[in-house]
């Protein structure tokens, strides 16, 4: 059957998109029409989507990623990336679906190449069916741990996490409380205590202002997911933005709190819980961390996070460096605005 690949997104009926994925055993949030939406309306965020139809006209695979640009101007090149959360999405009934896959990277990398230093795909499942194909489009498997939370009920739940952890959740909580923001300023509160989380301690990029304003806006409309806040003494003091797949997943995409300042509440522990807590109320089978660094190398958010119990796995990240010079210049800028930010 022949196959044709589109790169227009004005080529891609938006409720076939959203059937396509929503049905898809893969299928998340991150490769949703939604999605493609939200990330248009954020400064420095470029989505494309890749899709493949046959000759029917019936969708055989889909993909969203988003080009990210740290700065602006000459040098924003040198900040770029291209990120797929949890694509491509291929048929499940398709019997050629490694050539689905080979129109889709290719599709993909023609798009982009000129515009991002490196792609990276943040795999959802595994990839060891899809190896070879990835491989032979330039791209290297590399490995990524990640904790996934098993929220199909609240017993489990509690069981699996570690009894200082569930201390932790009952003394905070009786003195704080979750909340949904009603009000911008409290959703700005949470990402001021984020930017300094991020600048001074995490020391990696975060998305600028418009991001969380935006996914503010989409979520009270029903869109995407939530922004959960935890408040004391009517002051935000933590919270955590977290995309969500209706019956599938809840992911922890930001969280923060203060911690060092309050002590007794815990408000980074009260922040995933109530994640955690959403995800059991809203019939929400899965709790997915999104990431807790590469096996062996000591990492404590790693250890904070594991205390939630859970199972780790492995699925890897796949990364092709579309300009190799380019590429090891702005990890030496990067390095050094690392170093720079520790004096």
């Keep these: 059957m022949k196959l044709y690949l589109l790169t227009d997104p004005s080529q891609i009926a938006s409720s076939a998109w959203s059937d396509f994925v929503l049905s898809h055993p893969d299928g998340t949030v991150?490769?949703?029409?939604?999605?493609?939406?939200?990330?248009?309306?954020?400064?420095?965020?470029?989505?494309?989507?890749?899709?493949?139809?046959?000759?029917?006209?019936?969708?055989?695979g889909i993909m969203l990623a988003v080009t990210i640009?740290?700065?602006?101007?000459?040098?924003?090149?040198?900040?770029?990336?291209?990120?797929?959360?949890?694509?491509?999405?291929?048929?499940?009934?398709?019997?050629?679906?490694?050539?689905?896959?080979?129109?889709?990277?290719k599709g993909l990398i023609k798009t982009v190449k000129k515009h991002a230093i490196f792609i990276q795909f943040r795999n959802f499942y595994s990839?060891?069916?899809?190896?070879?194909?990835?491989?032979?489009?330039?791209?290297?498997?590399r490995?990524?741990?990640?904790?996934?939370?098993?929220?199909?009920?609240?017993?489990?739940?509690?069981?699996?996490?570690?009894?200082?952890?569930?201390?932790?959740i009952r003394r905070g909580g009786e003195v704080a409380?979750?909340?949904?923001?009603?009000?911008?300023?409290?959703?700005?509160a949470f990402y001021d205590i984020l930017y300094k989380?991020?600048?001074?301690?995490?020391?990696?990029?975060?998305?600028?202002?418009?991001?969380?304003?935006?996914?503010?806006?989409?979520?009270?409309?029903?869109?995407?997911?939530?922004?959960?806040?935890?408040?004391?003494k009517d002051r935000?003091?933590?919270?955590?933005?977290s995309p969500i797949t209706p019956g599938k997943t809840i992911y922890e995409w930001y969280v923060c709190g203060l911690d060092q300042e309050y002590k007794e509440v815990h408000p980074?522990?009260?922040?995933?819980?109530?994640?955690?807590?959403?995800?059991v109320n809203h019939q929400i089978p899965q709790f997915d961390f999104m990431g807790v660094g590469i096996p062996e190398r000591e990492y404590g958010v790693r250890e904070f996070k594991s205390r939630f119990g859970g199972q780790m796995v492995n699925y890897g990240r796949f990364a092709r460096i579309n300009n190799r010079a380019f590429y090891f210049v702005a990890e030496a800028g990067f390095n050094f605005l690392t170093w720079f930010r520790k004096i």
């Design 127 to 141: 990839p060891d069916n899809h190896l070879k194909t990835f491989e032979s489009h330039g791209f290297h498997l």
């Design 236 to 241: 935000i003091v933590g919270g955590i933005l």
């Design 197 to 232: 989380l991020y600048r001074y301690k995490v020391k990696k990029p975060l998305p600028p202002w418009e991001f969380f304003e935006q996914f503010y806006h989409f979520s009270q409309r029903g869109k995407l997911g939530m922004i959960l806040l935890v408040e004391y």
């Design 143 to 168: 490995e990524r741990l990640n904790l996934l939370v098993d929220t199909s009920d609240r017993e489990t739940l509690i069981r699996n996490m570690s009894a200082s952890r569930w201390r932790q």
């Design 268 to 279: 980074s522990v009260l922040a995933t819980w109530a994640a955690l807590e959403y995800a």
């Design 177 to 188: 409380r979750i909340i949904l923001p009603t009000d911008i300023s409290q959703v700005r």
């Design 69 to 105: 640009r740290e700065l602006r101007g000459p040098s924003a090149f040198f900040s770029s990336r291209t990120v797929i959360y949890g694509g491509p999405i291929i048929s499940p009934d398709a019997e050629n679906q490694e050539e689905i896959l080979d129109l889709l990277l």
């Design 30 to 60: 991150f490769q949703s029409p939604e999605m493609f939406e939200f990330f248009s309306a954020v400064p420095k965020f470029s989505p494309s989507v890749i899709a493949v139809k046959d000759e029917t006209g019936w969708l055989a």
